[in-house]
């Protein structure tokens, strides 16, 4: 049995932005380098944050890119050596808080990001980390209370550093800093937390709490998730949906499957990460119908699907209903590169807790089927 393991403290609800001094001081941090993105700042959160942290006045590095990349982890570890910093604030998307993890990561181990990739086993090696506060500002990745960090290295090369060293001791999930989110960006980050829900479902790993979790999570995401698309400034909703990350991220211990085998390589031409996981997910439930089905039974009970209804026809319809693409073609990605995708699918760690074995010609076809 995988190991099961807990370890952040989280503080959850409206409001619970104003308890991050207290958090900081029970980490002993007084110069922590916060990470975000341009857009975070552009939206003010950035500013309500820094407001709300006073008197403490951390190092603000706010340019994290779309797709996180040795670049910027370059710049924040300067930013780190120059002014002293003792830990990390990570504020926003799945972007900067796996920023902030690497750069958690080589302040405390140094040498490169891909010298602990869980590709070659780099990830063994991963002890403690330098302390992190995370506040997630959309409802999707989970990666507040994730143990992988994914970045581009210099050749443009997609690494993955895994290891429960890496998960944030303290996370503040505040519903009151996605209500701004875009009606898109809350649909394409829930279709992200919803995937994870599902996938952990029905890998075949055994991991009984991860499964309840996943489950509850696939109930929240599948019933509030087109409430906070239609009206961003339901407060239950957000708060729900919020939850619903969370929980996809508590599960991913139990591993995912074929969807985000694909969406990994496919990410490192600058897609959208959840927007191509809304557009792989259906093709990669119809694939597996018949090699999970206590698990297409839970997931069909929790959504409350009537019998005529798929799994995979439900999800093709939820995206197409939340204005999401349905097909690779509409997100700019050209059928050259299918054959190369599919052999990096099959390659994927990922990929071996799909609960139906692909190869990389199962992969071609599910990609050709989605483009």
């Known amino acids: 049995m995988p190991l099961i393991q807990y370890i952040s403290r989280i503080q959850f609800d409206y409001g619970a932005l104003g308890l991050l001094p207290d958090e900081l001081t029970a980490l002993g941090l007084k110069r922590p380098l916060l990470v975000t993105d341009p857009g975070i700042a552009q939206a003010g959160i950035l500013d309500r944050v820094l407001?709300?942290?006073?008197?403490?006045?951390?190092?603000?590095?706010?340019?994290?890119?779309?797709?996180?990349?040795?670049?910027?982890?370059?710049?924040?570890?300067?930013?780190?050596?120059?002014q002293g910093c003792d830990g990390l604030i990570a504020l926003g998307g799945g972007s900067p808080i796996d920023l902030s993890k690497a750069v958690a990561l080589i302040s405390s181990h140094g040498g490169t990001l891909s010298d602990y990739d869980v590709k070659t086993g780099g990830s063994a090696n991963i002890g403690k980390v330098s302390s992190q506060i995370a506040i997630p500002?959309?409802?999707?990745?989970?990666?507040?209370?994730?143990?992988?960090?994914?970045?581009?290295?210099?050749s443009g090369k997609k690494v993955v550093a895994v290891n429960l060293n890496m998960v944030a001791e303290t996370v503040i999930c505040d519903p009151e800093l996605t209500l701004?989110?875009?009606?898109?960006?809350?649909?394409?980050?829930?279709?992200?937390?919803?995937?994870?829900?599902?996938?952990?479902?029905?890998?075949?790993?055994?991991?009984?709490?991860?499964?309840?979790?996943?489950?509850?999570?696939?109930?929240?995401?599948?019933?509030?998730?087109?409430?906070?698309?239609?009206?961003?400034?339901?407060?239950?909703?957000?708060?729900?949906m919020m939850m619903a990350s969370l929980m996809g991220g508590l599960c991913l211990q139990k591993a995912l499957g074929g969807a985000?085998?694909?969406?990994?390589?496919?990410?490192?031409?600058?897609?959208?990460?959840?927007?191509?996981?809304?557009?792989?997910?259906?093709?990669?439930?119809?694939?597996?119908?018949?090699?999970?089905?206590?698990?297409?039974?839970?997931?069909?009970?929790?959504?409350?699907?009537?019998?005529?209804?798929?799994?995979?026809?439900?999800?093709?319809?939820?995206?197409?209903?939340?204005?999401l693409p349905a097909r690779l073609s509409e997100m700019g990605i050209e059928a050259a590169v299918l054959n190369d995708m599919a052999s990096k699918a099959a390659k994927d760690h990922l990929s071996a807790t799909n609960p139906r074995p692909a190869n990389e010609a199962d992969y071609l076809a599910l990609l050709n089927a989605a483009f």
């Not at 008197?55 to 710049?75: H, R, S, W, Y």
């Not at 018949?290 to 999800?315: C, K, N, P, Q, T």
């Open 51 to 82: 407001d709300a942290v006073r008197p403490i006045k951390p190092v603000v590095f706010d340019q994290t890119p779309e797709n996180p990349n040795e670049g910027a982890l370059d710049q924040c570890m300067a930013l780190w050596r120059e």
């Open 137 to 154: 500002t959309a409802a999707g990745t989970g990666a507040e209370v994730g143990r992988a960090c994914v970045m581009l290295d210099r």
């Open 180 to 240: 701004s989110l875009p009606r898109r960006l809350t649909a394409a980050t829930g279709i992200d937390a919803l995937s994870h829900g599902m996938e952990t479902a029905c890998s075949p790993w055994i991991n009984p709490p991860a499964r309840a979790i996943a489950l509850d999570c696939v109930q929240r995401a599948s019933r509030w998730l087109p409430r906070a698309v239609e009206n961003g400034a339901n407060r239950e909703a957000r708060w729900e």
């Open 260 to 323: 985000h085998a694909m969406a990994n390589p496919l990410g490192e031409l600058g897609a959208h990460h959840g927007t191509l996981i809304g557009v792989l997910l259906p093709h990669v439930l119809a694939f597996n119908q018949g090699h999970a089905d206590v698990a297409f039974e839970d997931l069909r009970a929790v959504i409350g699907l009537e019998d005529s209804v798929s799994l995979a026809r439900w999800a093709s319809d939820l995206v197409s209903n939340l204005g």
